[in-house]
Every structure is written in C-alpha cells, then in structure tokens.
C-alpha cells in the first residue's frame, strides 16, 4: 500500500444545542494506512481537519467500551475496525443506533445506566460474613460459569444491534441483562431472587425475541441472547413452583 493512499469517511455531523434540526453527512480524506483504524482516521480529522468533530474515545485497545458507532451501518468498535478492512469507502460513520445524539457522534447512555443499577449487577449477600473469617474462594470451575458474561465491557453495541430496544426502549436490553446474570452465575452471590423479581417484569426478559443480533455484535465474544434465554428458564420455573409449591414462595 502506498503511502499517498485516502479513503473518505462520510460522517454524521449533528449539533441539536445549536438548533441543528437533522443529522448532515460530511465527506472527510483520511491517510489510507494498513495500521489505521477507523478511530485513527477521526482522530487524523480532528487533529488535521476540522477540531469540530466530537466523538468519544479512551483506551484504544478494545477495553473501555466508548468509541462504539455505526459503521457503514453495523455496530462496531471504531478502534478495532480497519480502515482497510473497508476500502475504497467511502465509510459511513454515524452514531450508535437506538439512542439519542447528543452531538455529532455521541449518544446519550443515561438511559442504559439506569437499567443497569435496576438490575444489581454486585454480589448481594444475605448475610456478610465477618472479614475475619477471610474470602470467599472460588474453584477455577465456579469461575468458568460466569466469566464470559464478565467480559462485557459496556460499549453498547448490542442494544444498537437489537431490534425490540430499537422499537421499544423500555426493555431492559442485552448488557443489562448479560450483566445481571453474570451475578447469578457466581458462586458467592445469593441474589438471584432479587434479580428475577426485576427481569421478570413485562420489559425485563420476554420482551426479548431472540433475534441473536446483540451475541452477534458483541466485540468481546459475550452471548448476551444466550442469558436471556437462561434467565427466561429461570423465571418460567419460579413462576411454576409459586403455582404449584404456593407455601414455598416468599
Ligand atoms: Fe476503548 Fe475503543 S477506544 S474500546
């Protein structure tokens, strides 16, 4: 690849504090770099080309999660997607799908962070022991059981992957729920009961219909799909020791 190389990045510019009333795509040329991601060629913009442009970054590694966008309309992390993976482009970059913009490529997240403190996602215990008494071990088996649903780094790919967020944004949404039953899976915890209360309700776990889009969008190989479905059997055997068992139901 030669080193005079460019690819355009036709990216969605939105400023509603200005009074902007709609998204507008501009055209960017960005070096063509076999060691360029697609966060690289914003970061060439903004340092080269136009300052204006806002977008969200950190670690550049694939870990914090923030530099989620729709790339030529899929959900992607823009630090582990290649330019060149994408040539000749153009590439179309906008923000995420199914949440509100803020400015330019920057979505609004407050509504997954309340979902997520709803659905407890820490060990809840129903009596601490005492310090004194040391940590609670885990055998490497006990680990296996939740580590997957721990990788997910929240970068909110999955919700615009799905579907029924897209349609219905009072559903609880992949991560959250992914993350929820990673303490459910983990030895120590004792507050599976408490979670199922939650994800149980009309917007919790059977809003979903597992169309599998957020397993498929998930950068860090979690099965977010496969969680629901394992709460859903959860939740479809309390519901029917309660009506079959009602004295041991609390
Ligand atoms: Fe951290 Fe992309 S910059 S995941």
Redesign the pocket.
């Known amino acids: 690849m030669g080193g005079d190389e460019r690819i355009t990045l036709r990216i969605a510019r939105y400023r509603p504090d200005e009074g902007e009333a709609e998204p507008t795509l501009a055209d960017y040329e960005v070096p063509l770099r076999g060691d360029w991601a697609v966060?690289d060629g914003l970061n060439y913009i903004k340092d080269e080309l136009d300052g204006t442009l806002s977008y969200r970054?950190?670690?550049?590694?694939?870990?914090?999660?923030?530099?989620?966008m729709m790339i030529d309309g899929e959900p992607r992390?823009?630090?582990?997607t290649f330019l060149t993976d994408l040539a000749p482009g153009p590439v179309r970059i906008e923000p995420l799908a199914n949440f509100p913009v803020i400015r330019d490529l920057i979505v609004d997240l407050t509504d997954f962070m309340h979902k997520l403190g709803k659905v407890r996602p820490w060990l809840i215990r129903d009596e601490e022991r005492p310090v004194e008494e040391g940590e609670y071990l885990q055998t490497p088996a006990q680990l296996d059981e939740f580590k997957q649903f721990s990788m997910c780094?929240n970068?909110m790919l999955c919700y615009a992957a799905c579907p029924v967020y897209g349609l219905d944004n009072s559903f609880v949404g992949p991560a959250a729920i992914a993350l929820a039953h990673r303490y459910d899976l983990d030895s120590r915890d004792e507050g599976d009961r408490q979670r199922l209360t939650i994800l149980a309700q009309p917007e919790g776990v059977w809003d979903c219909t597992f169309v599998g889009e957020c397993s498929a969008a998930c950068p860090k190989g979690v099965d977010p799909a496969g969680a629901i479905q394992q709460v859903k059997l959860a939740a479809a055997q309390e519901a029917a020791k309660s009506l079959l068992l009602p004295w041991r139901s609390r």
């Not at 970054?57 to 989620?68: A, D, H, Q, Y």
């Not at 992390?77 to 582990?80: R, Y």
């Open positions: 966060l970054w950190s670690c550049r590694m694939g870990i914090c999660g923030s530099c989620g992390l823009t630090c582990a780094i970068c």
